[in-house]
T-cell receptor, first 111, second 116 residues
Framework: DGGITQSPKYLFRKEGQNVTLSCEQN?????MYWYRQDPGQGLRLIYY???????QKGDIAEGYSVSREKKESFPLTVTSAQKNPTAFYLC??????????FGPGTRLTVT | AQSVTQPDIHITVSEGASLELRCNYS??????LFWYVQSPGQGLQLLLK??????LVQGIKGFEAEFKRSQSSFNLRKPSVHWSDAAEYFC??????????????FGTGTRLTIIP
């Protein structure tokens, strides 16, 4: 079955620690995206990558970092510089740039 | 830059009643429009999309949406809702410019509650 997997589903960290969220896709899509979702704010774009070894900042990239070493994988690191890291994080991919397919999400709680 | 407005934060509908969720977009060029649905704690699932052509588009789960350029709207409709339709619904737009594709911009969502 083709799709996007995100792990883990729930993640808990102490303040000051970096944490990496996993996103893997087997859809053979070139482009991948990371969004942050907060209640009442919809989805906000953190980073996106249109091709391996290349990525661009989205609207709220501060405090986050990404890598794209393989077409299938686009991990997101939430660094200690991110002021409010507690949120629901969604990964997506697309082959066309228009219709995006989403993973199930990771809920990160930082205390 | 493009933007999307979903004016209704929360809508409550009786099971079996009709539904219309509003979406207004702002973009100068031809928009590509989407409706996504999200169940609690889950990712987003694409319901339907409009790229061009017939302004009334059919989607999954019995949903449809109508693109009205004159009103800059792309409202989602369903003639008879089911309890399983309770979820959050997001409208989104990709603005296409002469310089290539732009990012997908989402509205803030409308939460749908179904009452028996």
């Amino acid at each position: 079955d083709g799709g996007i997997t995100q792990s883990p589903k729930y993640l808990f960290r102490k303040e000051g620690q970096n944490v990496t969220l996993s996103c893997e896709q087997n859809l053979n899509h070139d482009a991948m995206y990371w969004y942050r979702q907060d209640p009442g704010q919809g989805l906000r774009l953190i980073y996106y990558s249109q091709i391996v070894n290349d990525f661009q900042k989205g609207d709220i990239a501060e405090g986050y970092s990404v890598s794209r070493e393989k077409k299938e994988s686009f991990p997101l690191t939430v660094t200690s510089a991110q002021k409010n890291p507690t949120a629901f994080y969604l990964c997506a991919s697309t082959s066309t740039g228009y219709e995006q397919y989403f993973g199930p999400g990771t809920r990160l709680t930082v205390t | 830059a493009q933007s999307v407005t979903q004016p209704d934060i929360h809508i409550t509908v009786s099971e079996g009643a009709s539904l219309e969720l509003r979406c207004n977009y702002s973009y100068g060029a031809t928009p590509y429009l989407f409706w996504y649905v999200q169940s609690p704690g889950q990712g987003l699932q694409l319901l339907l999309k409009y790229f061009s052509g017939d302004t009334l588009v059919q989607g999954i789960k019995g949903f449809e949406a109508e693109f009205k350029r004159s009103q800059s709207s792309f409202n989602l409709r369903k003639p008879s809702v089911h309890w399983s339709d309770a979820a959050e619904y997001f409208c989104a737009v990709v603005g296409i410019s002469n310089f290539g594709n732009e990012k997908l911009t989402f509205g803030t969502g409308t939460r749908l509650t179904i009452i028996p």
